[in-house]
């Protein structure tokens, strides 16, 4: 991964920056100031995507010289969408409706040099499947956690055990960025 340009992560996401900074990256932390869409007639690869892709472009017009990073992760089950939840009702609604059963955790990557005029657009899938839980199992998780900065309103790195039976595929995705694959295309970019 060396001849990289400086690479920007457009992401508050301290745990986006973490997982970036196992790859031994430099870089620097610009969050993008772009609205995520949510929409019903979409899927979430193609939400993910979309948001990711204008998280880059709202942070490369500002720095084009840059490498930008810019990723979106949404959680779907049965064709509905959870995205961050705006309160705790919210939160605990998704978390009731995800008990017991298997969804999915999608992570899309957009990687954007404006100045080379260069894009690469990747998504990486995961299956989460959740134990069983009552009301009581879901308020301690949420008295624990907060989950209104998370997908889905849950955080695969903290208290997981108290929701997650098994997963399928990349952690580090539903952390919030696939770094294995990031890692390939990072490799790739770099010729």
Known sequence: MRDLPPV??????PRRAQLL??????FEV???????????????LEVSRINACRKA????NEHPEALVLGADTLVFADGILYGKPPNMEAAHRMLEELQGRAHHVVTAVCLLH????R????????????RP???AKIRHYLA???????AGAYAIQEEAGLLIERISGSYSNVVGLPVERLERELTRWSG
């Open 8 to 13: 920007i992560l457009a992401s508050a996401s």
């Open 133 to 135: 839980l009552d009301a």
């Open 57 to 60: 472009r709202a942070v490369a």
């Open 30 to 44: 610009v969050p993008s100031k772009a609205a995520e869409i949510h929409s019903g007639q979409l899927t979430a």
């Open 119 to 130: 894009q690469r657009v990747f998504a990486e899938t995961t299956t989460v499947t959740f």
């Open 21 to 26: 900074r196992q790859l031994g990256l430099d």
């Open 144 to 150: 624990r956690v907060n989950p209104l900065d998370k």
């Open 114 to 117: 404006l100045a080379a005029r």
